[in-house]
């Protein structure tokens, strides 16, 4: 089987330095993964399919007020009323080597350039209709915390009739900024918390 150029050159190294020195960071750096490799099927598609949700994240990237990093902040500063600037700023990131799911790229392109949680759940809630009464009914009728996550064991607390710091938008509100939310697989926790109790149960 012919390698390809990447192995040929990891092959090339390994015999000329060995496995230690030069030859070893240079094998290190040529498999070490990219954040593409990282992140997967949460990637957008570049495909029409996912056009409006470009859109979408340059809306949201026009409004970030937050400590964008330096290219970003070019992308965001830019002049495109289009989606094209953020899509050739993910396509040019995503092949950066993966070094921590800390580090501030990697973040940024988990925030602008994979599908969050509004987008993988159907019959999501529009919060500014939020009825408590309706939609607070699941969490806080259980009898009691069993299978449920410590995010909303809180919530739940502080739904009830009753407790001290009562606050019956606490579950809109975490509804409302888990939509926003990278989504990271279907095991997620918040993904599952959101599944559960951020959706309409009409129809």
């Known amino acids: 089987m ?6 040929k050159i990891v092959v090339g190294a390994l015999t000329t330095g060995g496995v230690s020195g030069t030859g070893a960071y240079t094998y290190y750096e040529l498999t070490r993964p990219t ?3 990282k992140l997967g099927e949460t990637l957008l598609s570049y495909e029409s399919k996912d056009a409006d949700k470009w859109k979408t994240r340059s809306v949201t990237l026009s409004k970030d007020n937050g400590n964008l990093s330096k290219e970003l902040k070019k992308v965001k500063d830019g002049t495109d009323t289009d989606d094209s600037r953020i899509k050739g700023w993910c396509q040019t990131n995503i092949n950066n080597k993966f070094t921590s799911d800390k580090d501030p790229i990697f973040l940024e392109v988990q925030k602008y350039c ?3 949680l509004k987008d993988k759940i159907e019959k ?3 919060t500014s209709s939020w009825e408590a ?3 607070n009914k699941k969490l806080k009728g259980l009898q009691n915390n069993e299978g449920l996550s410590d995010e909303m064991k809180k919530i739940k607390a502080k739904l009830a009739d009753g407790a001290i710091g009562r606050d ?3 579950l ?3 509804c409302k900024s888990s939509y926003e939310k990278p989504f990271k697989g279907e095991q997620d926790q918040d993904y ?3 599944k559960e109790y951020c959706v309409s149960s009409d129809g």
């Open 192 to 194: 599952l918390d959101t």
């Open 2 to 7: 012919a390698l390809s150029k990447a192995n």
């Open 168 to 170: 019956e938008n606490a």
């Open 172 to 174: 809109k509100e975490w």
């Open 35 to 37: 954040i593409k490799d």
């Open 114 to 116: 994979t599908y969050n």
């Open 133 to 135: 009464s309706k939609h």
């Open 124 to 126: 999501t809630i529009d």
